[in-house]
């Protein structure tokens, strides 16, 4: 079976830290990371941007039927987070004992997403807890 | 010489009750608690590990101690349940908090004590100019056997401490350390084996109590202090019951020890715990005051050392939550079943 080794290994900073894009040009902001702005076209100056990870949830869903890969994980909940720096992004939502509704504020953790089957890796990503 | 820069713990959400355990068993709750002095122990979540409550703590270690990150010259991440048998903990840490790929990582394992001994490594590196900073982090997500009597204890959390050279900058500084090191087969864990084995008995005198009551003597022989000098006392906490006896034979009160025991209401973090409890007691801590702390890993092994606060504590200690919020914040309970299924016991 082929590894996701490099696959992975290319998208860490965006994963642990949400690094995202910055348009210097325009001000614009990313998440996840894009080469060509949408205003700025080929006037586009982008450099990486570090998100803080707090925000507030703009919609959730609870998956009661998940992906095959997250069945022990059901039922999850998944959100739509507006950043404070603006982006929109999707995030698993972990249990903090808070509600989560529209607008909670949210910090971003540490978590594991996925663990391969037959002995591969472990992928750490991101996730929101409510604060 | 090398100081306390910042540090940083992550205790996850999820508790069982010691009722709860002994509800499975058969056992009566109440001789349990009082017997190992302890109420209910954290669980990690599905998708935590040993590697996501090392990173929760280390980035609030660097908010405390105010560094930045690639500053860092070396991390050691101590734990014996590291998620890789062959992948350090220490280099998803150095991604995790962006110190930057120049620096020296690994993992470290004496049962509960791998975290001292990295504050150890790191004492000498950064003393003698090797590094600027380096950050020691014991963090663990241990498991008892059902039905054994370690199940009624072993719990998840981790504390990540910034070790430096500067005075100015330190919170605390390491006044001395000494270690008192045997080979005494108290508890252990073959390769591959899901939980670990242990000499029942044995686990307390010619173990805990030996090494822990051994190194804190040669510590105050060395440092010339008696057990009043110490504003407070932090010692290895399998249990609720053993630091406490610990402190006794040594001359410490209760009152010394009360800040830094966790294990009644965390359960024991393996290696996490000492360290987990030397965090509490700097978050009370008063410029000025002694900490005295003794760490145990099976197999055996204690580190002990004399810390003295320093005044710059206070102004960094509103930089982060306290370890009691981190811990009393949002706790969630579960059931056995839960606790089962959290712990990959059953699957679907
Ligand atoms: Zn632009």
């Given at each position: ?23 210097e ?6 998440f ?14 982008m450099r ?8 507030e ?20 909940t998944v959100a ?7 982006p929109m ?13 529209i607008?909670?504020?949210v910090r971003q953790?540490f978590?594991?997403?996925l663990?391969e089957?037959d002995?591969?890796?472990i ?7 409510p604060? | ?9 992550h ?7 010691v ?24 669980v ?24 930045k990150?690639t ?20 280099t ?9 790929h ?8 004496f049962?509960?004590k791998?975290?001292t ?18 950050m ?10 059902p039905g ?5 204890t ?5 504390a990540a ?7 100015s900058?330190?919170?605390?500084t ?6 008192f090191?045997?080979?005494t ?14 000499g ?16 804190t003597?040669?510590?105050l ?10 504003k407070?006392?932090?010692f290895h ?10 402190a ?5 009160s ?11 209401i965390?359960g ?5 715990a000492?360290?987990?409890g ?13 900490v005295?702390?003794?760490?145990f890993?099976s197999g055996?092994?204690?580190?002990s050392?004399a ?6 504590i206070n ?12 811990i009393?914040?949002g706790?969630l ?16």
């Amino acid at each position: 079976m082929e590894r996701s080794s490099a696959s992975m290994w290319r998208k860490l900073n965006s994963r642990y830290n949400l690094v995202g894009t910055e348009c210097e040009n325009c001000k614009s902001l990313y998440f996840p990371s894009r080469i060509v702005c949408k205003n700025c076209g080929r006037q586009t100056k982008m450099r990486n941007k570090t998100f803080a990870g707090t925000g507030e949830i703009y919609s959730f869903t609870k998956i009661h039927v998940p992906a095959e890969a997250f069945r022990e994980d059901a039922p999850y909940t998944v959100a739509v987070i507006k950043l404070d720096e603006g982006p929109m992004v999707e995030g698993h939502i972990v249990e903090s004992g808070k509600e989560v509704k529209i607008g909670t504020r949210v910090r971003q953790v540490f978590r594991k997403m996925l663990v391969e089957e037959d002995e591969g890796l472990i992928h750490y990503h991101f996730k929101f807890e409510p604060v | 010489m090398a100081g306390i820069i910042g540090y940083g713990v992550h205790v996850p959400h999820y508790r069982i009750k010691v009722e709860e355990i002994a509800r499975i068993w058969n056992e009566d709750p109440e001789s349990i608690k009082k017997g190992l002095h302890i109420k209910e122990k954290s669980v990690p979540s599905h998708d935590e590990d040993a590697a996501t409550i090392a990173v929760e703590a280390a980035r609030r270690a660097v908010k405390h101690a105010g560094v930045k990150a690639t500053d860092i010259g070396a991390i050691y991440v101590g734990s014996e349940s590291h998620p890789y048998a062959v992948k350090p903990t220490a280099t998803i840490v150095s991604q995790a908090i962006s110190a930057g790929h120049n620096l020296t990582a690994a993992d470290l394992e004496f049962a509960c004590k791998a975290g001292t001994a990295g504050m150890q490594m790191l004492m000498g590196m950064s003393d003698s100019g090797m590094i600027k900073y380096g950050m020691t982090i014991g963090s663990d997500t241990s498991q008892g056997r059902p039905g054994d009597a370690l199940e009624y204890t072993a719990s998840a959390g981790g504390a990540a401490f910034i070790i430096g050279k500067e005075k100015s900058e330190s919170v605390a500084t390491i006044l001395d350390t000494v270690s008192f090191t045997s080979d005494t087969p108290d508890f252990w864990r073959r390769e591959g084996a899901d939980f670990p084995s242990h000499g029942g008995r044995f686990t307390g005198e010619p173990a805990y109590f030996r090494h822990v009551t051994t190194a804190t003597k040669m510590l105050l022989e060395k440092t010339g202090f008696k057990p009043s000098d110490f504003k407070y006392a932090v010692f290895h906490q399998p249990n609720g019951k053993f630091p406490i006896a610990a402190a006794k034979l040594l001359g410490f009160s209760q009152e010394q020890i009360d800040d830094g025991l966790l294990t009644p209401i965390i359960g024991n973090t393996y290696s996490g715990a000492s360290l987990l409890g030397l965090a509490a007691v700097l978050d009370k801590a008063s410029p000025g005051d002694k900490v005295l702390v003794t760490s145990f890993g099976s197999g055996a092994g204690s580190d002990s050392f004399a810390i003295e606060v320093n005044d710059i504590i206070n102004e960094k200690r509103t930089r982060s939550e306290k370890v009691l919020d981190i811990i009393n914040n949002g706790k969630l309970y579960i059931d056995y079943a839960m606790y089962l299924k959290n712990r990959k016991g059953i699957r679907k």
